[in-house]
Structures are given as C-alpha cells and as structure tokens.
C-alpha cells in the first residue's frame, strides 16, 4: 500500500546542507493530489556534486511508487547540464513506465532563464504554482 505523502517520513526524505536541500514541501500540496503524487521543494545550487543528491532523492520517490513529481524551484539560485540531466533522467524513467510525470513550479529567474534557452521547457512541464503544474500532470 502506498503511503499520502503527509505520511511520507520526511526524516528518512529530506537532505538538508547549505549547497542543496531536497525536502518535502507540505506547504505547497495541491487539492487532489493523489497518493501516487508528492510534492517536493529544492533549494540552493544544483550542480555536478548535488545532482548525485538530488537524482537519488528523485530515484527513491519513483522507487516507492511516487509517479507524480511536483518540484518547487523559488529558492534555486543556479542549475548545470548535470541538474538538467537529472529532470531528463527522471522524465525518461517515468516516460519508460508508462505513467506519471514531473512538474517544476515557481522557478527562480536564473532557473527560468535557463530551461527556456535549453528549451527544456517543452519536456519539463512548468508552472507558476502547485495548482498550475499539477494541472499539467493530471491524468
């Protein structure tokens, strides 16, 4: 049976460090969210090192059935190819399922700036809130 993701252990979840910081974002869960769906909130700088963090973090949720990926992005102060790579992987392995999807919402300016020249924006759904990317993913 899979776990709300109220109930999802944020001790066992969250990475806090003052490069990067992959918690459960509570604050943010959009009315009718699923079970299979979770909402997560990234801050600080994704680049070569904490994108190992984060794709584990990411990895685990689809490991235990979370098929919906909401990201809040306001507080990333910078993204690399390899924190790109890392929303691509996560795509393809849900891609790959058959079913679910990720979703990033509030991005910070840097973050917009860069999944617009990347034209990542065309794979990696994106919305100003909660409610916008997760009416991107519904089914």
Same mark, same amino acid.
Not at 58 to 71: C, E, K, S
Not at 108 to 132: C, D, F, M, P, Y
């Given at each position: 049976?899979?776990?709300?993701?109220?109930?999802?252990?944020?001790?066992?979840?969250?990475?806090?460090?003052?490069?990067?910081?992959?918690?459960?974002?509570?604050?943010?869960?959009?009315?009718?969210?699923?079970?299979?769906?979770? &909402?997560?909130?990234?801050? @600080?700088? !994704?680049?070569?090192? +904490?994108?190992?963090?984060?794709?584990? $973090?990411?990895?685990? #949720?689809?490991?235990?059935?979370?098929?919906?990926?909401?990201?809040?992005?306001?507080?990333?102060?910078?993204?690399?190819?390899?924190?790109?790579?890392?929303?691509?992987?996560?795509?393809?392995?849900? &891609?790959?399922?058959?079913? @679910?999807? !990720?979703?990033?919402? +509030?991005?910070?300016?840097?973050?917009? $700036?860069?999944?617009? #020249?990347?034209?990542?924006?065309?794979?990696?759904?994106?919305?100003?809130?909660?409610?916008?990317?997760?009416?991107?993913?519904?089914?």
């Amino acid at each position: 049976m899979l776990e709300s993701p109220l109930d999802l252990d944020s001790s066992e979840f969250d990475h806090n460090a003052p490069e990067l910081g992959v918690v459960l974002d509570k604050d943010h869960i959009p009315k009718g969210l699923p079970r299979e769906a979770v &909402v997560v909130r990234i801050y @600080g700088e !994704i680049n070569l090192y +904490s994108a190992q963090i984060m794709k584990e $973090k990411f990895f685990h #949720l689809l490991d235990r059935g979370f098929y919906y990926i909401l990201v809040n992005m306001e507080n990333v102060k910078y993204i690399d190819s390899s924190g790109l790579g890392v929303f691509m992987a996560t795509h393809s392995r849900l &891609v790959k399922a058959g079913r @679910g999807g !990720i979703a990033v919402f +509030s991005p910070s300016s840097q973050v917009n $700036k860069i999944l617009e #020249l990347t034209k990542l924006k065309s794979l990696i759904r994106v919305g100003s809130t909660s409610e916008e990317a997760w009416k991107l993913l519904a089914p």
